[in-house]
């Protein structure tokens, strides 16, 4: 079954110390990742999805099959990047499976 | 363009009742998939629908159903609820689903069951 592990709970940073959210998977397939953020009062969007390979509000991501991991990484961080991040992996169908879900790590930018 | 509408937002019911939540997806978005948010489980997979039909469905009991009508608008249904049917239901749309992964997520209905 596949399956999606976000160890840290709560992570807290300094603002400018570099940030990165760990993701770990399991999955037999070929997979499909995303990162998904929820803001303080705002709805779940998507961050960023490891297809594009493109960097959103400074924050990147690699897909590193061999770890099986597909952690979010930023230089600096910023107040406002503090949130929940969500990652998230596509299931096995060609077109219509759910996304499985990690519980979350809030990120907390401190001053 | 208007972001996905779910409605009621918040509800209460007592157990053995039964429940519909209404999901509106951004126009001309066809799929449309439900989540059950929980403290303890975090986000998990419910079902998917795509032009009417029910293409995927997660590992959830049978009181848990849903429907899409021909205007892409979506209804889930909880009947005989269970105390822990109480969480936060997420609907969202995508153009076609898939796995394309882009996600468009409502407010979501929070339900309490007593």
């Known amino acids: 079954a596949q399956r999606v592990t976000q160890p840290e709970k709560l992570l807290s940073v300094f603002k400018g110390a570099p940030v990165e959210l760990k993701c770990n998977y399991s999955y037999s397939g070929s997979p499909e990742l995303f990162w998904y953020v929820q803001y303080s009062r705002q709805r779940l969007q998507l961050l960023l999805r490891?297809?594009s390979r493109e960097s959103i509000k400074g924050f990147t991501a690699d897909l590193n099959k061999g770890e099986t991991s597909f952690h979010l990484k930023k230089p600096f961080a910023q107040e406002e990047d503090s949130a929940m991040y969500y990652c998230a992996l596509s299931g096995p169908g060609g077109g219509a499976d759910g996304l499985t879900f990690g519980k979350g790590t809030h990120l907390i930018i401190q001053p | 363009k208007a972001g996905v509408t779910q409605t009621p937002r918040y509800l209460i019911k007592t157990r053995g009742q039964q429940v519909t939540l209404s999901c509106s997806p951004i126009s001309g978005h066809r799929s449309v998939s439900w989540y059950q948010q929980t403290p303890g489980q975090g986000l998990q997979f419910l079902f998917e629908?795509?032009?009417?039909?029910?293409?995927n469905k997660g590992n959830f009991p049978g009181r848990f159903s849903g429907r899409q009508f021909s205007n892409s608008r979506s209804e889930m249904n909880v009947s005989t609820l269970e105390l822990g049917d109480s969480a936060l239901y997420l609907c969202?749309?995508?153009?076609?689903?898939?796995?394309?992964?882009?996600?468009?997520f409502g407010e979501g209905s929070r339900l309490t069951v007593l």
């Open positions: 629908y795509f032009s009417e039909t029910q293409r």
């Open positions: 490891h297809i």
């Open positions: 969202a749309s995508s153009l076609a689903g898939g796995r394309t992964g882009e996600l468009f």
